[in-house]
């Protein structure tokens, strides 16, 4: 795109966010652009507190789907689009509702608690959702003697049971960013670059937690990398977030951990279905438009609430 092309779309889309009244809220694995021109960049849990609280009549959600979802659940009486309605997730396609449903019924003692990368339907079976930011609070809110099922995420779940020392029953889903993450070019990364400190994703393989320095949320390792006193890092997460921590890390290096191919380039392929020129469109025409039906949106309202009221004592709210 060139440059002349890029401002004319960035002062289109300027001008249709005034007269829609609308925000644009957009996470880390987006393209650098729409970072750029994003009201708000953040992580999962970031960006569902400001679609709680947010007060314009129009949210669009640069993401992707179960994002724009979880916007629509706590704004009902606003209109919530996002770019690209295929923008969709690996978490979420490998977990079918009814299959699920079906395993789920047979643990019926169990709490179950699921990842926010997951489809309404999930979520509406669920007594809590979670973010890779405040799970561990989350697990750790849960009476001793509850038994745990953890959803969809396998590498998450089995990343909390260690570090909560509780027992779970976990999904074997998995995202496909982080797990083709390569244990055998990260030790040959870190033998080049051993001054470097590795940050990680916990929805990547144990083989790849092992070796880090640091595992946490994307805002987490954005936090950790700016203060930090070291000036280099491997990173293992989705390839934008660099975009994002060279912002607010300015100086410092940031190295993409290679895939199982040798290639540093992981980006997820739903994230990448949004660009500057859907951005406009979707502000512009208000489409496609996120509806949920409202027995379905209050039944996956209830695991949203338990987990803000676990991590900030109460539930926001937008006014709706």
């Not at 644009?24 to 999962?44: K, R, T």
């Not at 393989?205 to 930090?228: C, H, N, P, Q, Y």
């Not at 290679?258 to 502000?283: F, I, Q, V, Y």
Request: hydrophobic share 40%; with cysteine; charged share 25%.
């Amino acid at each position: 795109m060139t440059t002349a092309i890029r401002d004319d779309l960035e002062l289109e889309i300027e001008d249709l966010r005034k007269e829609k009244n609308a925000i644009v809220l957009a996470h880390y694995y987006q393209h650098a652009d729409i970072q750029d021109i994003a009201d708000f960049v953040g992580d999962s849990l970031a960006l569902s507190r400001k679609a709680a609280t947010c007060e314009q009549d129009v949210i669009v959600f640069c993401g992707v789907r179960f994002m724009a979802e979880t916007a629509k659940i706590l704004n009902p009486s606003r209109t919530v689009v996002l770019p690209d309605y295929e923008a969709s997730c690996s978490l979420v396609d490998g977990c079918p509702p009814a299959v699920f449903q079906a395993w789920r019924e047979k643990h019926p003692d169990h709490v179950v608690v699921t990842y926010i990368n997951s489809s309404l339907e999930l979520k509406s079976m669920s007594d809590y959702c979670c973010t890779s930011s405040n799970a561990v609070q989350i697990i750790e809110a849960i009476p001793a003697d509850k038994k745990i099922i953890f959803a969809p995420d396998k590498n998450l779940g089995a990343y909390l049971a260690k570090v909560t020392g509780r027992e779970m029953l976990l999904w074997q889903g998995s995202c496909m960013v982080h797990e083709i993450f390569s244990e055998k070019h990260l030790v040959q990364l870190k033998e080049q670059h051993q001054d470097a400190l590795v940050l990680a994703h916990p929805e990547c393989e144990e083989t790849i937690l092992a070796l880090a320095d640091f595992v946490g949320s994307t805002a987490g390792i954005l936090k950790f990398a700016r203060e930090s006193e070291h000036t280099k890092f491997l990173i293992g997460t989705e390839a934008r977030m660099i975009h994002a921590m060279e912002k607010e890390a300015p100086g410092k290096e940031f190295i993409p951990i290679p895939t199982s191919t040798g290639c540093a380039c992981n980006e997820c392929p739903h994230m990448m279905r949004n660009n500057m020129e859907k951005l406009r469109d979707c502000l512009r025409d208000l489409t496609p438009a996120i509806e949920i039906e409202e027995s379905l949106r209050l039944r996956a309202l209830l695991p949203i609430e338990a987990m803000f009221k676990v991590c900030d004592g109460d539930v926001p709210t937008s006014g709706d």
